[in-house]
Every structure is written in structure tokens, then in C-alpha cells.
């Protein structure tokens, strides 16, 4: 049998075709037989090679494109036959993924003992032919854009404000519909006679403006005390509200092109990141002072004492909170005992609950408080003092963090036995 297949893009015999991102394939596959008519034709497209849809002879379309993962990415294939041996191919929406040498195979079939035999006899491959290779590009026309990665606010101590300004220039070859997201990412200064460390991802906003954060960041970012916003036109903005020590470092943005493809899937196209911005400022180590001063002495049994302690500190924060542990010891140098103490958020806890009764240690201003022993017995003599732990946060809701510690002076319960 004689049987010829060629194959052309669109109605021109040219043996390639180019095409953009997003664009429709069309190629049409002519089938030459002398006997066409009584010939059942099996049609089949492949690309380099790969099978990618098929029309059997019995006019079914079984189409292989999204059968994998892999082939997942490749734009949409449809067959039709548009003539007597003529059959189309077309591709939407394509992609890199789908370029390359497309051929098409036939078969062709012709039934045995013919069509009289009542229900008709079983086919018989007569011919099989391959035809000229056309080779398709899509050319992948990258998004291009520039970055300036800047500060619009630095901060010259811990507890004020930073805002980084992440700026989109220069856009170019942004398809229609096309959007930028970014992500914002930190390396904290490498800490004295360490290595460097790596980068923390802070959190990003994808090409809908849709939040999504990362864990170390996820609470900060929840209360607002950090937010990541994008101004018009391509403007993206990183702000902390009041900073840590933590913050200190090196800062960068990458901005990511997103486009629609064909289906409605949106695709990264191109992604570009700053050079890295350094944030650093001084930072004063915390210090608390702690002077402890006798307000009542007994100097008999059964009398009361009395004791202040006051604080004093500096480079701590605005959000300061105290926690006091009353101790004693008989003579210097001997055994430590906590008697009582009062919790940043003023909690009172018993050593000796059985002495409850005549102890009491309250706040009796910002940073001042005092201690009560009514009753003095024998067994109370020794030295006392305040031990005092400052506590700073950034925000109400937030947890305690310790910045600081220190003892005060000690003063002594002493008397004779009357």
C-alpha cells in the first residue's frame, strides 16, 4: 500500500515554529493513501519522541499530557480530524515545557474478510509511517526588573522602630495579568567569636498579597508588632514596630514574577533578590541596681521589722516588670534561704506558710518594696536582703523575658534576750 504522512505548522510548510509563552499551538498532520477511503487510520502526535495524544481508528482521543507529574506542566493537547486525511493538533496555553521536535505516526488498518461477513471481520495493520520532524521553540521571555533594598527607618537604640523599603524598578517583560511577590529574610549579626549564621525567612506576601509567615516570626507578625505591606506601585515595606537586640543584622528582599498560565495556574516566572542591608545600633547592657535600707529595727522579741528595697535601671526597655525574693541567712557565709517572694505580676509565694501571717511584701511604688516581719522571734536573727530579677516585653500580651539581675546590700535583724 502506498501510504505518505506530512506534517506542517498551521496552513504553511515552514519546518518551525516559534512561539511565546501563553500562546496556542496548531500543527495539522496530511495523510496521502491510494486507498484511502477503505483505510482505518490510527493517528498520533509525539513530542521528542513522547506519545502525547492519539486518536485510535475507532475515532477515540485518548490524550497522555497529564498522566504523569512531569507532564503535568505541558499546555492542554486536543486532536481533531478536520478533513478526509487531514488531522489537528492543537496545544493551548504553552509553556517551555512544551517545546520541542513534533512528529506524527499513522497506522493504518484494513479489515479482514472485508464488510460483508455480517458483524464484520478483525483488523489488520497494513501500514505504518513516521513524518517529517517540526520543531517548535517557545521562547521564555523572562520578566526583568531591578532592586534597591533601603531604610526609611533605623533605629539608634533597642525599642524603636526600623522600616525597610524594598523598591521595584525598571519592570519589563511582565506578561498581562502578570504579579510580584516578595519575601523578606534576616541573618543575625554572628555573635562574638562564632560563625555567621544563616538566614531566617521573616515572611513573605505572594503574588495575591495573601500573608504567609514563618514560625520564629509568626507571633510578632500575628500582634502587629511587625507588619510587611506593599505600596503603590511596586513599593514592598518591612516594619518592626519596636525592635529587639535580636533584630540587629543583615536584612535582604527577593521579589518573585508571578504570571497566569493558560489554565489559570499561577507560575513563577522570575524571582531577583537585593544585596543584603546591615542594621545594627548600640547597645547598652542592661544594668539593675538594688539598695536595701532597714524602715523599722526590733530590737526586742515579738517587735516588728521593717525593710525598703528600691531599683534602679538602666537600658532595660519601657515595659519593666520585677520579680523580688526576700533571703536571709543567720551568719555570712552560711546557708541561704528564700523567705518569700513577689512575681513581675505581683504574686506573693510562702517559703513557710505556717508564717504567713506576719510576713508581707508588697510594691509600694514603680520600682520600691517592702518587706514586713511582725513578731521577731529568736530563730529570725541574721541578715537580709532583696534579690531581684528585671523582666522586660515588648507588648502586653507577650511573655516575660529576664534582662537583668542583682542583689541589694544586706541589713541585719539583731537583738539582746530580755
Not at 557565709?333 to 513557710?352: A, C, F, R
Request: aromatic share 8%.
Amino acid at each position: 500500500h502506498f501510504l505518505n504522512v506530512k506534517a506542517s505548522s498551521s496552513s504553511s510548510s515552514s519546518p518551525s515554529v516559534l512561539l511565546s509563552p501563553g500562546n496556542m499551538l496548531t500543527l495539522f498532520c496530511y495523510v496521502f493513501a491510494d486507498n484511502l477511503p477503505v483505510l482505518s487510520l490510527e493517528m498520533t502526535w509525539l513530542a521528542d519522541g513522547r506519545e502525547i495524544i492519539t486518536m485510535d481508528h475507532s475515532g477515540l482521543v485518548i490524550s497522555n499530557t497529564s498522566s504523569n507529574g512531569a507532564q503535568a506542566k505541558r499546555g492542554q493537547a486536543t486532536l481533531e480530524r478536520t478533513g478526509g486525511g487531514e488531522y489537528r493538533l492543537g496545544v493551548r496555553g504553552v509553556s517551555g515545557e512544551d517545546g520541542g521536535i513534533y512528529t506524527c505516526r499513522v497506522r493504518a488498518f484494513i479489515e479482514k474478510g472485508g464488510r460483508s461477513t455480517g458483524g464484520g471481520g478483525r483488523w489488520h495493520l497494513a501500514a505504518e509511517k513516521m513524518s517529517n520532524p517540526v520543531t517548535v521553540k517557545v521562547s521564555e521571555t523572562k520578566p526583568n526588573f531591578t532592586l534597591t533594598l533601603e531604610a526609611s527607618m533605623k533605629p539608634q537604640k533597642t525599642g524603636e522602630p526600623i522600616e525597610l523599603s524594598c523598591d521595584v524598578t525598571d519592570v519589563s517583560q511582565l506578561p498581562p495579568g502578570g504579579r510580584l511577590g516578595v519575601s523578606w529574610e534576616h541573618i543575625s549579626l554572628p555573635d562574638e567569636g562564632t560563625n555567621a549564621h544563616s538566614s531566617k525567612l521573616i515572611g513573605s506576601l505572594d503574588g495575591y498579597g495573601n500573608l504567609l509567615s514563618d514560625s520564629a516570626y509568626k507571633d510578632r507578625l500575628d500582634s502587629g508588632v511587625l507588619g510587611l505591606s506593599r505600596v503603590s506601585p511596586n513599593t514592598f515595606k518591612l516594619r518592626f514596630l519596636r525592635t529587639q537586640k535580636i533584630d540587629m543584622g543583615q536584612y535582604g528582599c527577593t521579589v518573585s514574577a508571578w504570571t497566569v498560565s493558560s489554565q489559570g495556574d499561577v507560575v513563577k516566572a522570575a524571582e531577583y533578590k537585593s544585596s543584603p542591608l546591615t542594621v545594627r545600633w548600640d547597645t547598652k547592657s542592661p544594668t539593675l541596681n538594688v539598695a536595701a535600707k532597714t524602715i523599722r529595727k526590733a530590737s526586742v522579741g515579738g517587735a516588728t521589722f521593717e525593710m525598703s528595697c528600691t531599683v534602679v535601671t538602666e537600658n532595660i526597655g519601657d515595659w519593666i516588670g520585677f520579680a523580688v525574693n526576700i533571703q536571709s541567712q543567720e551568719k555570712l557565709g552560711e546557708t541561704v534561704k528564700t523567705i518569700m517572694s513577689l512575681s513581675p505580676d505581683n504574686v506573693v509565694q510562702h517559703s513557710n506558710p505556717e508564717r504567713s501571717d506576719n510576713l508581707v511584701l508588697s510594691k509600694t511604688g514603680a520600682a520600691e518594696f517592702r518587706f514586713r516581719l511582725a513578731g521577731v522571734q529568736l530563730s529570725d536573727k541574721g541578715y537580709y536582703w532583696c534579690n531581684v530579677t528585671a523582666f522586660t516585653k515588648q507588648q502586653a500580651e507577650q511573655s516575660w523575658t529576664v534582662a537583668a539581675r542583682s542583689e541589694s546590700n544586706k541589713v541585719s535583724i539583731d537583738f539582746q534576750e530580755n
